[in-house]
């Protein structure tokens, strides 16, 4: 059963940039894609992109091109998810997620607790 | 990227009613739908993927149907507990958009 652990909670300025871990563990971290989802307050669920861990390849969701960034530690089974030159409306929890459907981690069946960025002046 | 509209965005129903839940792609995504419930304060559940392979362990008064662009989550014989907000999501093309969700309340 797959275990996805995050980082803890953020709060930064407009204009920084933060970076939030999600370490997996019970299952086999190069098996299955770990995609990356937000969700403000109050609101649904937007999905950002996904790493592919065995190559590092990644995709991201058009409206985070060239703000985001998903890297990941094969060594210790870490995924990261780096947002840049963060506005007010990035203030949302994101989450890491998986799944063993597809080899491509969907449907999203594991989800990591959750990460809180709060982003204010 | 493939947009992704749900409607109702709310709906009202009663213990024991069939509510109807849909869901259009803004191009073809094949079989590749699912749908999700949240609760209050938890992470979604993987409800159906597939259009409509139960995921295991749900209920089998959820089920889901369509092709192409238009899909449907129908809950039989709604229960006080499936009171949630009910996302549905593509995944087509490597890409995994979701829906902007539809509140479920039971009366």
């Known amino acids: 059963q797959a275990q996805l652990v995050q980082s803890g909670a953020e709060v930064k300025e407009p204009g920084a940039s933060v970076k939030v871990s999600c370490k997996a563990s019970?299952?086999?971290?190069?098996?299955?894609?770990i995609h990356w989802v937000r969700q403000a307050p109050g609101q649904g669920l937007e999905w950002m992109g996904w790493?592919?861990?065995?190559?590092?390849?990644?995709a991201y969701a058009r409206i985070f091109q060239g703000r985001v960034t998903m890297t990941r530690d094969t060594s210790i089974t870490t995924g990261y998810m780096e947002l840049t030159n963060l506005r007010s409306d990035d203030s949302a929890v994101y989450y890491c997620?998986?799944?063993?459907?597809?080899?491509?981690?969907?449907?999203?069946?594991?989800w990591g607790q959750g990460t809180l960025v709060s982003v204010s002046s | 990227d493939i947009q992704m509209t749900q409607s109702p965005s709310s709906v009202s129903a009663s213990v024991g009613d069939r509510v109807t839940i849909t869901c259009r792609a803004s191009?073809?995504?094949?079989?590749?739908l699912g749908w999700y419930q949240q609760k209050p304060g938890k992470v979604p559940k993987v409800l159906i993927y597939?259009?409509?392979t139960l995921q295991s362990g749900v209920p089998s008064r959820f089920s889901g149907s369509g092709s192409g662009t238009d899909f449907t989550l129908t809950i039989t014989s709604l229960q006080p507990e499936d009171s949630a907000t009910y996302f549905c999501?593509?995944?087509?093309?490597?890409?995994?958009?979701f829906g902007q969700g539809t509140k479920l309340e039971i009366k």
């Open positions: 997620v998986t799944g063993y459907g597809y080899y491509t981690g969907w449907p999203f069946d594991y």
């Open positions: 019970g299952y086999t971290f190069t098996n299955y894609y």
């Open positions: 790493i592919n861990p065995k190559s590092g390849d990644t």
């Open positions: 191009q073809g995504i094949e079989k590749y």
């Open positions: 597939d259009t409509s």
């Open positions: 999501q593509h995944a087509h093309g490597f890409r995994y958009a």
